[in-house]
């Protein structure tokens, strides 16, 4: 609209310097004229008039005097406005700019099509990430619920990360919701791509959720395992000094002794092999070795020479304990976010119908 008035303002003052120019011609060839007339009028007294001017519309009479004088005839017609001179540009000006505003508009419909249909192909190529990443959550969920204390790497697929859609515009994202959605009020428009900026938004905050958890979880896992090999490390050193103890009490070898048997058989079938291969379990720690402990230490609570003995059991019960909250925390936080995925996968179907 700019655009016109623009030009209209520029061809009313084309038209006006025209008729201004127009009239100082006219002008101009008046005075002329004037001058002509009052010279000719003049030399009238002293010699005959050769010019004369002659008007005329269809047909030429041209007045011939015997005066033995040649005569020249010089026929000219009258100057008009060539408004089509003026006009022409301008008109071919308006539809340079015409043409121009339909191929820009073309194009750049062409090209909201283009990425809103790389919206809707984006967010359709995550419904089998999402799919896959339940089922690995599923299954590592199954996992953390055995006595095993084999610690896999969790499955992460990058795609649900969200890192794609940063590159894809939001605007254009409206108005192609708009372009499929003619019959809704803009207010509509606008949360159908709120909802999907939310619904990225939401996989990138469970992908970043899940990461970090799962981070956290190694984190914990490492922390309570070194210290539970600190605490068998010092039943072991303890362990060694109670049997020094009784054998200078009995000045005999402490295998004799039955207060220091049954902790020594227990300490060789339990402890002994997992010292040299290093992959102990620490639930199955717990089942044979430190709850079978408890019972024989609990006859020798009140010697004073196990009180070494006695908290490295406590460390070593509270570590394994702490294994197992790990655990328990991953679990309940694996459950949550495979939750989500499942509503998420749900909302997908629907949220493209809407766009």
């Known amino acids: ?18 008729q201004d120019s127009i009239g100082l011609k006219v002008d101009s060839l008046t005075n002329e004229k004037k001058l002509i007339q009052s010279d000719t009028i003049i030399k009238r007294s002293s010699q005959k008039v050769d010019t004369i001017t002659l008007n005329f519309k269809n047909e030429l009479t041209i007045p011939i005097s015997k005066d033995n004088l040649t005569k020249v005839v010089m026929v000219k017609e009258k100057t008009k406005v060539d408004w089509l001179k003026y006009l022409l540009p301008i008109l ?6 015409w043409v ?4 820009e508009k073309r194009s750049d419909k062409k090209k909201i099509i283009k990425s809103g249909e790389r919206w809707i192909a984006e ?24 006595e095993d204390f084999k610690i896999r790497n969790l499955e992460l697929y990058s795609s649900l990360s969200g890192e794609v859609f940063k590159s894809l515009d939001k605007n254009e994202l409206i108005i192609y919701i708009e372009l499929n959605n003619k019959k809704k009020v803009f207010e509509e428009i606008v949360k159908i791509s709120n909802s999907t900026n939310g619904y990225v938004s939401i996989l990138e905050h469970l992908y970043e959720t899940l990461r970090e958890k799962f981070n956290r979880y ?3 896992t490492s922390k309570h395992t070194t210290s539970l090999s600190l605490s068998l490390q010092e039943f072991s050193s303890a362990f060694k000094d109670y049997g020094v103890e009784l054998e ?16 020594a058989d227990l300490h060789s079938a339990q402890i002994m092999p997992y010292l040299r291969a290093g992959n102990f379990n620490p639930f199955v720690l717990r089942r044979e070795f430190f709850l079978p402990l408890v019972e024989i230490m609990a006859h ?11 908290s490295a059991m406590t460390k070593g019960l509270n570590a394994i304990k702490g294994i197992e909250l790990e655990k328990d ?7 949550s976010i495979i939750k989500q995925y499942k509503g998420q996968l749900t909302e997908l179907e629907k949220l493209i119908n809407k766009i």
């Not at 071919?92 to 700019?97: A, S």
């Not at 121009?100 to 191929?103: P, R, S, V, Y």
């Not at 967010?123 to 055995?146: G, H, N």
């Not at 020798?300 to 006695?310: N, W």
């Open 218 to 220: 190694l984190s914990g």
């Open 123 to 146: 967010l359709r190529s995550l419904e089998e990430p999402i799919k896959k990443q339940i089922q690995s959550l599923d299954e590592y969920s199954e996992e953390l619920k055995k």
């Open 248 to 263: 200078k009490e009995s000045n005999s070898d402490p295998l004799n002794d039955p207060r220091y048997i049954p902790i």
């Open 300 to 310: 020798l609570r009140l010697d004073p020479r196990t009180k070494g003995i006695a």
């Open 329 to 335: 925390y991953m679990s309940k936080n694996l459950e």
């Open 1 to 18: 609209m700019n655009k016109f008035l623009n030009i209209l303002l520029i061809f009313i003052s084309i038209n006006l310097y025209s």
């Open 92 to 97: 071919t000006l308006l539809l340079g700019i």
């Open 100 to 103: 121009k505003g339909i191929i």
